[in-house]
């Protein structure tokens, strides 16, 4: 049996069909007599191919290309196979969530004890180093620390994704300094990759410090400006100020792990439903690339139905919740450019829902949004509970100015107040020169430090850039 096998030459094509098997000595003699006939052409006048034989084998393998074309498209779960990088460590968690729900990802974050509890494989997890470990809030620190691992990051980035990701999601926060410090450098090294760029952008909870908020109005400037010039293609933002109003009463530990779901779930829904067959109406992968990647910004969110049967009660929901479901407030939906929603029941609420209701619902949200171009469907979900949840997505918006002014404020009024302290704390601490005619406060001294590039904080990081440096010259 064994010598049988080993004596003969088995053809298999690429379905992994055995389609010849020829002995030795047949291949032996046929390589033979090609030899001969390359030797002497003359002597052996080309073959005629038989017409109905080419037509045959043509027939054969535009079926088989036709086969492996609806296999491809038969594979393909969702409609944008997002590649997700996290930077920081609310990026890292929000990449991680979409680990679980099967898309690629990786993250990086200048602190280990941050990274370990990332969980994903070690390989998908890159540490940073720089100065102590952590930004400490401060966006200098979180630019530089992008820009001295600039390699590391994009050997890491074209090691975990490839031709097969239609587009990179980087998420990031605003409030603290790896992410929000280091989102335009590391979005210039993505962009290298040349796929299109979405950004998770995620705004501080109200109980947050000046500090954070006044990182978060900073950095949503710089992307802003990226979004209008594409460099980013969508600029999704998201405000845990929001989420707390919308799950209120969790404990901290439960808090990310809610809000993170919130964050990543509403896409995925749109994402894999889109790519997904339904007998109701479709929003097929073409509608949920417009909506998704119309420019500027974009928000989306959920509401949730459950006096669905009564005529207008999604409509009614609609007005009332639509912006309430949302994942940040304060943005005109009126300057959507494209939007786009999906009705979602199990299959006993879908089948009795009226389609009268999800009419009147539909006309109310391309009230609110004003958007000529709104396109939608219903799907069938295993949800347990019997409600209709309708998901909502707007994009080409502008920034939510209200917002961002009462960011900008309380940062500004915690952040005078601060200074007022800290000049306070300085003239109490004023030091006396002399016979008490020159006197120097310690605000004063701590400027001339600074000036001298010899001030506490600062000169930590410039000594473990050295020392980083040094490392990897080395
Ligand atoms: N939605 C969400 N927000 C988070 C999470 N973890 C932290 N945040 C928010 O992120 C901000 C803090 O930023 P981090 O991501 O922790 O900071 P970082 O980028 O690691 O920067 P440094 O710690 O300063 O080096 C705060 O506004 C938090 O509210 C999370 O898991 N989910
Ligand atoms: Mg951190």
Not at 178 to 203: D, F, M, N, R, W
Not at 442 to 467: C, D, N, P, W, Y
Request: aromatic share 6%; proline share 3%; with cysteine.
């Amino acid at each position: 049996m064994t010598e049988e096998i080993k004596n003969r030459v088995v053809v298999i094509d690429d379905t992994g069909e055995e389609t010849r098997a020829k002995t030795e000595e047949e291949v032996a003699k046929e390589n033979q007599e090609m030899e001969y006939a390359f030797k002497s052409p003359d002597k052996n006048p080309e073959p005629q191919l038989d017409p109905s034989v080419l037509e045959k084998l043509k027939a054969i393998k535009m079926s088989k290309e036709e086969g492996k074309e609806m296999k491809a498209v038969a594979k393909r779960d969702r409609s944008l196979y997002f590649g997700v990088v996290g930077l920081g460590q609310a990026g890292s968690r929000v990449a991680e969530t979409f680990y679980g729900l099967g898309y690629e990802a990786c993250v990086f974050n200048t602190a280990t004890q941050d990274l370990e509890h990332i969980n994903l494989p070690e390989n998908r997890k890159v540490y940073l180093p720089f100065a102590l470990g952590g930004a400490g809030k401060e966006l200098d620190n979180g630019r530089a620390a992008v820009e001295q691992n600039g390699e590391l990051i994009i050997n890491k980035l074209n090691d975990i994704f490839s031709e097969r990701q239609d587009m990179i999601l980087l998420a990031i926060s605003g409030g603290g300094g790896t992410g929000s410090g280091g989102a335009e450098s590391i979005l210039g090294l993505i962009s290298s990759l040349g796929k299109p760029i979405g950004v998770i952008y995620i705004l501080p909870m109200e109980s947050e410090d000046a500090l954070s908020k006044h990182n978060s109005v900073v950095t949503l400037g710089r992307l802003a400006k990226m979004a209008s010039s594409d460099v980013i293609t969508s600029l999704i933002v998201i405000d845990n100020a929001k989420i707390e109003v919308i799950y209120p009463g969790l404990s901290k530990a439960d808090f990310w792990v809610t809000a993170n779901e919130a964050i990543v779930s509403p896409l995925h829904i749109f994402n894999y439903l889109s790519a997904q067959s339904t007998k109701y109406d479709s929003l097929d992968s073409m509608d949920f690339g417009r909506v998704f990647t119309a420019g500027d910004c974009t928000i989306y969110g959920m509401i949730e139905v459950e006096n669905y049967m009564e005529t207008t009660a999604i409509a009614e929901a609609v007005v009332e919740n639509l912006e309430g479901g949302l994942l940040a407030d304060d943005f005109n939906l009126k300057e959507t450019r494209f939007g786009g929603f999906i009705v979602v029941g199990n299959e006993k609420v879908l089948s009795e829902l009226p389609a009268m209701n999800i009419n009147y619902a539909s006309h109310m949200i391309s009230e609110i949004c004003n958007s000529p171009s709104l396109v939608s469907g219903v799907y069938e979900m295993p949800i347990e509970k019997n409600v209709v949840r309708v998901y909502t997505m707007f994009s080409g918006l502008g920034l939510p100015s209200a917002r961002i002014e009462a960011l900008k404020k309380e940062a500004d009024e915690k952040m005078s107040t601060l200074k007022e302290k800290e000049k306070s704390r300085a003239d109490r601490m004023a030091v006396d020169y002399g016979a008490g005619t020159e006197t120097q406060s310690k605000v004063q001294e701590v400027h001339r430090m600074i000036q001298q590039k010899k001030s506490g904080f600062g000169q930590l990081t410039k000594v473990a850039e050295k020392k980083i440096t040094d490392r990897r010259k080395r």
